[in-house]
């Protein structure tokens, strides 16, 4: 390498740090500016940093005013080239950036969707993917908030009407008994006891529910016979059945079947009394309930409770098992459920509309299913379990 090369190479390495130097306090000055001016910066910087070196080598080459002037023409042209890509790819990135600030913002506080550019690198448009992901999962578990606020509302609205009216009937009773104004006082005792029954039932109910929604610790789970407690709830119900004239009858497997699943007796017990209750108070006298249990070919275990109640209308199908719908709109709550429910499950009339909520509520805790379909005259009821996977 000779004298000429060496002092060129110098003159470039000179210029080239100076510039680097200045580019970087300059950088440093604006690092908490727009990530616009930075790019633009930083694009600026090495073009100038070339355009000095280069202007200071061609001096010290003693090459001709026409070719110096082409040459810083040239580079000229090829900075105002890189300042113009700098310019864009800034505006690209700020974009993306105001587009994140924005949705950034709006989370928690809208959920509605917000409009964005599209035309961002990549790198910012996976992130805007996912601030709309994230804001579809909070604008979901925003509308399940409020539709539990207003269950909740709406129960404690219409179990305090359900509760008010049988103890205006206590009152009334007790005063009447207070003032020796009822000469049958064994029947007005009974009356009483008949509404503290209703009213314990209510509450069992309630109480029921709330243990459900609340996710309890595991309880202890073992085999049931799903035939056999079918037949066991069908027997303690035969004298609800014939005081309202209804006929109630269970058919299960002629083999030694016992269709046991893997659960909680009471629970199950429960569940399926809700549901044969529900049947008989629905049919009109002289109709039929029916309990069927049996195993599907995929081995799960069914059982399914066919009544008379008419029929429920195909729009409230999907709504049957909410929450505090009994079967008359002026007694249900606006974001209630359809047709034929239930009440207590003690068995007595009225109620206040939980008992086939308890009944889905102990189904899916049993990893089951439950749903209700239209036949001709009334509707089924069905329950399916998976089966005991092991030696009961």
Request: glycine share 2%; hydrophobic share 50%.
């Given at each position: 390498m000779n004298r000429d090369q060496v002092t060129i190479l110098a003159l470039t390495a000179g210029w080239t740090l100076i510039v680097a130097l200045l580019g970087a306090a300059v950088l440093w000055r604006f690092r908490r500016k727009s990530l616009r001016i930075t790019i633009i910066v930083a694009g600026l910087v090495p073009m100038l940093g070339a355009l000095a070196a280069v202007t200071q080598s061609v001096q010290a080459m003693f090459i001709s005013a026409h070719d110096s002037l082409v040459v810083l023409w040239t580079l000229a042209f090829s900075g105002v080239l890189g300042l113009a890509m700098s310019v864009l790819l800034g505006h690209w990135i700020s974009t993306g950036s105001r587009d994140v600030g924005r949705r950034l913002r709006h989370l928690g506080t809208s959920y509605e969707p917000v409009e964005g550019n599209a035309n961002v690198p990549a790198e910012l448009a996976?992130?805007?993917?996912?601030?709309?992901?994230?804001?579809?999962?909070?604008?979901a578990s925003n509308d399940r908030e409020r539709a539990l606020e207003a269950s909740?509302?709406?129960?404690?609205?219409?179990?305090?009407?359900?509760?008010?009216?049988p103890l205006a009937g206590l009152r009334a009773v007790s005063e009447g008994l207070e003032d020796g104004v009822i000469d049958d006082v064994p029947g007005a005792l009974r009356q009483m006891r008949t509404t503290v029954d209703r009213m314990t039932?209510?509450?069992?109910?309630?109480?029921e529910l709330s243990r459900l929604s609340a996710a309890p610790p595991p309880r202890r789970r073992s085999a049931v016979s799903l035939r056999e407690l079918a037949e066991d709830v069908v027997g303690e119900s035969c004298e609800h059945a014939r005081s309202e004239g209804v006929a109630l009858s269970v058919a299960t497997p002629s083999d030694d079947d016992r269709l046991a699943v893997h659960g909680d007796a009471d629970e199950l017990t429960r569940a399926v009394s809700n549901l044969v209750g529900n049947a008989i108070r629905h049919t009109e006298r002289g109709g039929t309930v029916k309990v069927m249990v049996a195993r599907e070919d995929d081995g799960r275990v069914r059982l399914a409770v066919t009544d008379g109640c008419g029929g429920i209308p195909d729009d409230d199908l999907e709504r049957v098992f909410d929450i505090g719908w009994r079967g008359d709109e002026q007694r249900t709550p606006a974001n209630g459920v359809a047709a034929t429910s239930t009440g207590s499950s003690s068995g007595g009339g009225g109620g206040g509309g939980l008992g086939l909520a308890i009944a889905r509520g102990v189904v899916e805790s049993h990893d089951g299913e439950i749903a209700v379909t239209n036949i001709p005259g009334g509707c089924t009821f069905k329950i399916e379990l998976p089966p005991v996977t092991t030696p009961s």
């Open positions: 996976a992130i805007t993917d996912e601030l709309e992901m994230t804001r579809l999962k909070l604008a909740r509302r709406e129960l404690v609205a219409f179990m305090s009407h359900d509760l008010r009216t039932g209510l509450v069992d109910d309630l109480f």
